[in-house]
């Protein structure tokens, strides 16, 4: 039986960075199995036979991947953030909308630098005032 005497900061270290390890690897197997069912890339087939070989052979089915894979890795996470922001953006503008003053305001602009006719100002601000 261990006491806490015999518990020194040395074990109190080692226990420590073995948790540490054992988080990052559940991370590490949650991005890759996240990375492989979401790459358009491969197909089925391919999608299981990467999930059979990590499950199998763990430590050195994430290895492979990584080496294999890993850019793409980047490049998927990378795209996901864009379309997430992309969206996100979308929905905040279309939520708050712009105001018709505001519009009418951006039309006469346009119209004073010769970008569009009185005739479309006239079209396009009886439009937004319906």
Request: net charge neutral.
């Amino acid at each position: 039986m261990v006491t806490v005497w015999e518990y020194t900061p040395g074990d109190v270290f080692l226990s420590m960075l073995w948790f540490f390890l054992f988080f990052i690897w559940i991370w590490l197997l949650i991005s890759v199995f996240a990375d492989v069912f979401r790459s358009d890339d491969l197909s089925g087939w391919g999608k299981a036979l990467w999930t059979v070989f990590v499950i199998v052979l763990p430590y050195l089915g994430v290895l492979v991947y990584l080496i294999a894979r890993g850019k793409k890795m980047g490049l998927h996470a990378t795209h996901d953030a864009a379309r997430r922001e992309h969206e996100m953006r979308s929905y905040v503008q279309s939520v708050a909308g712009t105001s018709t003053a505001g519009e009418i305001e951006r039309l006469a602009e346009l119209q004073r630098n010769g970008a569009i006719s009185e005739a479309e100002f006239q079209q396009a601000k009886a439009k937004l005032l319906a």
